[in-house]
């Protein structure tokens, strides 16, 4: 399957040097993605701690050849391990996982001389301790800059992005937080854990979480099969609808009775990622599969795609040229679509 990818390995490197960067690309997971502020390139950071960045003019030509699909850039964001997240602000790349979270500019990126403008650093309860950054959203308002991170210490760190402080650690969960997002313009978070529930926070009321939904103490929502735990959680563009899953059922909730209303069925399947765009919601999970959901939960279409695992499916909203939606998982091929329904190249994340 891999043979006539190793071909492209640049012979000039040493033997041994040739054969790591061969197992490293056999290796690599894909957890997150980003696409650059004018929306010619994307961004992808891998389990290696490694950037790479993609020339989305370059791929999309109708010329384009092998070397299109690889990076026209690749860099070390983490000497610590894995990079788990990215988030974009108009000048900003953040990266974020094993180590410090840190902010690179996109001109130094593009210029192919990253360095890092400032990092944060989660609190540590030992010596021994380092816990991974999950997931991370930014609130970006006139009068507030802050950074919100899902952390694998149980908690919930909140940023002020414009004098490093870290201002608040909303604490209660039991587990890993796997997602975070924002809700009424950054002054509440959602937060699904490991532990089985969603949280609910008050970020102008710092202190316990506002409520508590367990989706697996739910029938309609419960598969005691594939355990409790809960990997996504996001919210439509109006706030009038969650959805979140995991070991439970992927479910869409009414966020003022707090109820569940509408199961996507995926038997067998955990979903790990899931987003709302227009009138559908795109999910994916342990299955080399994107699901394009109508919002009732009836399935519109499969589409197939290579990491045999997904975790991040995105979709380039900067650029109405290279509007794309590309998917990241279990695989250094990320799935490029150019009509969303189905496959039409991947890019190659590979060093040399």
Known sequence: ???????????????EDRGLSVRQFLHT??????????????????NYGQIAVFNLSSSLSPDAVDTSYSPVFTFRAS????????????????????????????ADILNKAPKIIWSFSLPKKGVFTNPEVNSIVMDQQETRQKLVAGCGDNNVHVWDMESGNLEQTLGGHEDYVHRVCLKNEGRECLSASEDGTVRMWDLRSPGESVHILEPSKHEMCSRPEMGRWLGCVTLDSGEDWMVCGGGPKLAMW?????????????????????????????????????????LNGELKQGVPCTPTSVFNVNINLNSDKYKVLSVGGSSAMIDVCTNFGYKAFSLKFKTS
């Open 1 to 15: 399957m891999y043979g006539g990818r190793n071909q492209n390995v640049n012979n000039s490197m040493p033997t």
């Open 29 to 46: 997971t894909v957890f997150s993605q980003c696409f650059s502020p004018c929306g010619k390139y994307l961004v992808a950071a891998n």
């Open 254 to 294: 009414h966020m003022r009775s707090l109820q569940p209303t509408t199961t996507f069925n995926t038997p067998g399947v955990c979903q790990t990622f899931a987003r709302f765009h227009d009138d559908t919601l795109i999910s994916g999970g342990t299955e080399p599969m994107v699901n394009h959901w109508f």
């Open 79 to 106: 000497e610590d391990g894995a990079v788990y997240c990215l988030a974009s602000t108009s000048t900003l790349l953040i990266s974020a996982g094993e180590g410090d979270i840190c902010a690179w500019r996109w």
